[in-house]
């Protein structure tokens, strides 16, 4: 494992995080089902801006642990997200779905001013960084299915579950 990429553990199996120099998050990923070696790379290529100091994460490891528990919904770790601007729009919006909701990706486009843009917000959806905290778990197929996640759909219906209970 890169000496910069932290493991978590959580009910849904091995977390791993990266965090700046600064305690920002930058990544946050399912050990054992996301394929983000793309995205891993370019951490990677700009390792020397992030830290192996854990204090950086303490505060996620707090929050993670009370989202599983169900007494927290929303989250204030600090967050460097790294993509085009229209990604980091997409992430922002994400980040504007109420804990316990769920919309499509075409509302999301909808959202962000363009209906027609739903495939490329799927896109940026499945490029986020840090799962969880950027919820792209709440967003669903027009027709209320579940759809593409890293994690894997079971993961999904598992955090959709949890936010539905809580």
């Known amino acids: 494992m890169k000496p910069w990429l932290h493991p978590l553990e ?9 965090a700046n120099h600064e305690g920002a998050l930058v990544y946050l990923g399912f050990a054992d089902h996301e394929p983000r070696q793309a995205l891993l790379r370019s951490l990677e290529a ?19 642990d ?4 169900g007494s927290r919904q929303r989250f204030d770790v600090p967050l460097e997200l790294r993509g085009t601007p229209f990604r980091r729009r997409v ?3 994400l ?15 909808k959202r962000l001013g363009d209906s027609k843009l739903s ?22 197929g027009r027709d209320g ?5 890293g994690g894997g759909l079971a993961v999904k219906e598992r955090l959709l579950a949890l936010e539905r209970m809580s």
């Open 10 to 18: 959580s009910p849904l199996g091995t977390l791993l995080a990266a």
């Open 46 to 64: 700009t390792q020397e801006t992030l830290t192996r100091d854990s204090s950086a994460l303490d505060l996620l490891r707090d929050q993670l």
């Open 66 to 69: 009370a989202y599983f528990r």
């Open 91 to 93: 992430w922002e919006e």
């Open 95 to 109: 980040q504007r779905i109420p804990f316990g909701a769920a919309l499509s990706y075409g509302e999301l486009a």
């Open 119 to 140: 495939r490329a917000v799927g896109a940026a959806n499945g490029a986020n960084p840090v799962s969880i905290l950027v919820p792209c778990h709440r967003v669903i």
């Open 145 to 149: 299915s579940l759809t593409g996640f």
